[in-house]
């Protein structure tokens, strides 16, 4: 019995590559990401860069420039896990996903709750 399946079909309806919902580099590198892509580009490049894993993103919005994120990272490990300390960065890439700058603004404790009310500091 021989397999049939063909996996070459290229007849049928195709996305542009630089589709939103396709995410898909090309060649040149020039076409825009996704959203998902996005956010797997500014943790990769933030953990290369400062060899921190990403804990979570907190916050993503599209610019006129590119992207902004907000990135939880673990900067120290204590006992009790509680105890350890986390930092919020801000992440900044542009249309591509290239990082192109980012900053810490933030570093607390895990189980602090967020001092900072509404309105105000």
């Known amino acids: ?23 898909q580099r090309g060649a040149t590198g020039d076409e825009e990401l996704g959203p998902m892509d996005v956010l797997r580009q500014a943790r990769g490049q933030l953990a290369e860069l400062t060899g ?17 994120l907000e990135i ?3 900067e120290l490990v204590r006992v009790p896990d509680t105890m350890s300390l986390l930092a ?19 570093r607390y404790e ?10 105000g500091r």
């Open 52 to 68: 921190m894993e990403a804990e979570s993103v907190s916050s993503f919005e599209r610019t006129d420039d590119g992207w902004s």
């Open 110 to 119: 895990r189980g602090r709750a967020d001092s900072r009310r509404p309105g």
């Open 1 to 23: 019995m021989s397999n049939t399946s063909n996996t070459s079909n290229t007849s049928g309806p195709q996305r542009p590559t630089g589709s939103p919902r396709g995410g």
């Open 88 to 106: 919020s960065y801000e992440v900044t890439l542009d249309p591509r996903g290239e990082l192109t700058g980012y900053r810490r603004v933030r």
């Open 72 to 74: 939880e990272v673990l």
